[in-house]
T-cell receptor, first 117, second 111 residues
Framework: GAVVSQHPSWVICKSGTSVKIECRSL??????MFWYRQFPKQSLMLMAT?????????EQGVEKDKFLINHASLTLSTLTVTSAHPEDSSFYIC?????????????FGDGTRLSIL | DAKTTQPPSMDCAEGRAANLPCNHS???????VYWYRQIHSQGPQYIIH???NNETNEMASLIITEDRKSSTLILPHATLRDTAVYYC????????????FGKGTRLHILP
């Protein structure tokens, strides 16, 4: 079964609205989570690394004031797209790093499709 | 982590074996080869990984060349549900495990 839950799976909202996406690790503690964005027909692009109890590390070109990341617990990271505009419409995917021996390095959520009107 | 190179797309007939190649000529000794796939509108799914020995699980087999500069993912009996983008990734475990995805191979299974 799924070990990472992402919510909501899709959201449609008006331009200027802020949207929060949640990523939860269900059966393990994840001190590190990752946020990706994917445009149609393109690969996943890493946006930021979310570390529990500390500030996120953003990849080059990603606006940290636009994409707010909070990782307040060992099982939850949130991504808030602030004042979203149509160009922010995309498929957002989170993953959680698995430290356990013998497990795959990351478990991915099923993504959130964000549409800004 | 080493860069990987994959063909942009491949076709395979349903029921046949799908062989997906990956070049990783600059791979270092402590980098594993991981394969993930992404079915349309879903998150990536782990398939298999290996260091230098060939590996097999319920989903696929992974063949790594002796010099470790390339590998092949084998789906033994492809079905329509295997239509997806397949990503080959070279990754050193134990650091931040940050995965940078390349463009992958878009595999079309033909009925």
């Amino acid at each position: 079964g799924a070990v990472v839950s992402q919510h909501p799976s899709w959201v449609i909202c008006k331009s200027g609205t802020s949207v929060k996406i949640e990523c939860r690790s269900l059966d393990f503690q994840a001190t590190t989570m990752f946020w990706y964005r994917q445009f149609p027909k393109q690969s996943l692009m890493l946006m930021a690394t979310s570390n529990e109890g500390s500030k996120a590390t953003y990849e080059q070109g990603v606006e940290k004031d636009k994409f707010l990341i909070n990782h307040a617990s060992l099982t939850l990271s949130t991504l808030t797209v602030t004042s979203a505009h149509p160009e922010d419409s995309s498929f957002y995917i989170c993953s959680a790093r698995d430290h356990r021996v013998g497990r795959q390095p990351q478990h991915f959520g099923d993504g959130t499709r964000l549409s800004i009107l | 982590d080493a860069k990987t190179t994959q063909p942009p797309s491949m076709d395979c007939a349903e029921g046949r074996a799908a062989n997906l190649p990956c070049n990783h000529s600059t791979i270092s000794g402590n980098e594993y080869v991981y394969w993930y796939r992404q079915i349309h509108s879903q998150g990536p799914q782990y398939i298999i990984h290996g260091l230098k020995n060939n590996e097999t699980n319920e989903m696929a087999s992974l063949i790594i060349t002796e010099d470790r500069k390339s590998s092949t993912l084998i789906l033994p009996h492809a079905t329509l549900r295997d239509t997806a983008v397949y990503y080959c990734i070279a990754l050193t475990r134990g650091r931040d495990d940050k995965i940078i995805f390349g463009k992958g191979t878009r595999l079309h299974i033909l009925p």
